[in-house]
């Protein structure tokens, strides 16, 4: 048994809280229909912050929560599809900022919504060759590619990052389960408009099928069981599609974290937002482990099982 853990969270969000209401002023939708559909209350929206300044910041913050040296620091990665430039990646520009050594190996991750998880599997095989400490960061400016003329899309996604220290260990277990369903017509970001084009009721059927199927797939590949799981994250995208999934997963629905009523849809930033919140709120503690699961643009789904075991204890 052997794998990363979690020893450090911090996150950082946009500078502009956008309400329903303040988006019922740009496009034909109300505070009450988009809370029955998506759960959403409000986001932020990033006027004035990079990418990569948001991804600093959480980095910053989840550095500081470990109690750890930057210069022992080998590994960031930050998973993204909204990075400021085409090139250097956001992951460089973050390390800029922070201060890391040199010999620091950064990359982007683009696996939309599924990006952290994806991004936790790469650092679980590069420390368990070279060591170190990993900073996996999710986060993305999402607000510039919406289409504000369709209000299917644009009152779902809010602009944030998320940040996790990781650390390789023979203490805990770590698993991954993922992979790809290739499509680009049911959701893509591109093309001569540039902005995000979304089948809401293909996504949500995806979702609701591919959440439970990983979640399951994961406690079947480790031997456990839902009670033996202490938290499931879910990518923030939809409470309908969380709410579903735990219904099919445990009695215990409590189990299942959500705190996109005020974030909206961060996309690969959401899970380790959601984490960070956890901990402030002493929702997540010393040991507990939690299976997270994201899904998206792709299309991607992934799920890993891991163990949140803060350095400061």
């Not at 937002?273 to 929702?283: D, F, K, N, R």
């Not at 899904?295 to 949140?308: D, R």
């Amino acid at each position: 048994m052997a794998g990363i853990k979690i020893i450090g969270l911090g996150k950082s969000q946009g500078d502009t809280v956008v309400t329903n209401d303040d988006l019922a002023k740009i496009v034909e939708t109300s505070d009450q229909w988009i809370r029955e559909k998506s759960g959403i209350r409000s986001r932020f929206f990033a006027r004035k912050k990079s990418n990569a300044d948001m991804a600093a910041e959480a980095a910053e913050k989840a550095i500081e929560n470990a109690g750890i040296r930057k210069e022992d620091i080998s590994l960031c990665i930050t998973a993204t599809f909204t990075p400021d430039d085409h090139t250097p990646s956001v992951a460089c520009s973050a390390a800029g900022k922070l201060g890391l050594r040199e010999n620091v190996l950064c990359l982007d991750v683009n696996g939309a919504c599924a990006g952290f998880i994806y991004g936790c599997s790469l650092a679980d095989g590069f420390l368990a060759r070279e060591g170190g400490y990993g900073l996996i960061i999710g986060s993305e400016k999402i607000s510039p590619l919406m289409d504000m003329e369709d209000r299917s899309t644009c009152v779902l996604f809010g602009d944030g990052a998320g940040a996790a220290v990781v650390e390789y260990s023979d203490s805990v277990q770590f698993a991954y389960l993922g992979g790809c369903v290739p499509s680009r017509e049911i959701l893509h970001c591109g093309g001569e408009k540039d902005r995000i084009v979304m089948s809401g009721q293909e996504v949500y059927r995806f979702a609701v099928s591919k959440v439970p199927e990983c979640i399951n797939g994961i406690l079947n590949r480790v031997s456990l069981t839902e009670e033996d799981i202490d938290h499931f994250v879910c990518h923030q995208a939809n409470e309908r599609i969380i709410d579903s999934a735990a219904r099919r997963i445990t009695k215990n629905t409590e189990k299942f974290f959500k705190n996109l009523y005020h974030y909206g849809n961060t996309s690969a930033a959401s899970i380790p937002i959601a984490l960070c919140e956890m901990e402030e709120q002493g929702v997540l503690k010393s040991g507990d482990n939690a299976i997270c699961t994201g899904f998206g643009a792709g299309l991607t789904y992934g799920s890993m099982l891991i163990t949140f075991c803060p350095a400061k204890e």
